[in-house]
């Protein structure tokens, strides 16, 4: 889903029967100064590896089933970080209202974080990215994720 709805925009409001609501969850893995990044389908912007919720799907689920079809591991999930309000719409029109939720992962003990992960597919392409090379125009969203977590790490013991 892409085309974020500016509160500025010129586009009309969507009634409230038009907009769907769903959850979604993030993981912002860091190891070595790099963050692990998926590419958005539409956009070809990055952001963290993560998906929307399936009714009944809790976000620790979700986010570990789709580490697992992305990267082919779980991580190791951490603290809810970072949460935000996105409205978008997607290829067929509907207006959507997401909740998004960013948790601090971690790679389980023996995963191989050195080099780019093979995705399962094209369409979920995902790669590392330096820390201190990202920008904020790299990124689909999800980029105050990534610093608070970064914030966080350098607290940590």
Known sequence: MSDTISLFSKRP???AEEVVFRPAVYGVLIQNQRVLLQQG??????RPVGVVLANGQTPLQAL???????VHFSPRPGPLIYMEERRSTDGEGRCWRLSLLYYLVHAAPGIATET?????NDAQQVS?????????DQMEFGYVAI???LRRLERAP
């Open 147 to 149: 610093q608070t977590a």
């Open 128 to 136: 590392w990215f330096s820390v201190h090379e990202l920008s904020r």
């Open 116 to 120: 780019d992960p093979s995705p399962v």
């Open 41 to 46: 389908t539409q956009s070809g912007l990055w």
């Open 64 to 70: 570990c089933a789709q580490f697992r079809a992305v």
């Open 13 to 15: 409001e969507p009634s």
